[in-house]
Nanobody, 111 residues
């Protein structure tokens, strides 16, 4: 199983980024997928999840600003991040319900 994230970068506060995670080696459509993030010195936290049927959940800190989506044909899960804040800075990880993780992608939001 391999999960590969992309789309991170440096953006000013108020800007947008879209992260993408491409999965291989698993029956993607069956699994809930998650986006986590970890800021320096902090524990990894759950940002958003999407079930196999498309039900979404969000951390309170990102609700209304982030949107998670999935494409079961392309085996991708995306995270659209709008109105970014400096506190959104961190390494963002894609993970599957089955316990696999990507290598992470860095998001840095400057004030």
């Amino acid at each position: 199983v391999q999960l590969v994230e992309s789309g991170g970068g440096l953006v000013q506060a108020g800007g947008s980024l879209e992260l993408s995670c491409t999965a291989s080696g698993l029956v993607f459509r069956l699994y809930t997928m998650h986006w986590y993030r970890q800021a320096p010195g902090n524990q990894r936290e759950l940002v958003s999840s999407i079930t196999s049927s498309g039900t979404t959940t969000y951390a309170g800190s990102v609700k209304g600003r982030f949107t998670i989506s999935r494409d079961n044909n392309r085996h991708t899960v995306n995270l659209q991040m709008n109105n970014l804040k400096p506190e959104d800075t961190g390494v963002y990880y894609c993970s599957s319900e089955s316990g696999f993780w990507g290598q992470g992608t860095q998001v840095t939001v400057s004030s």
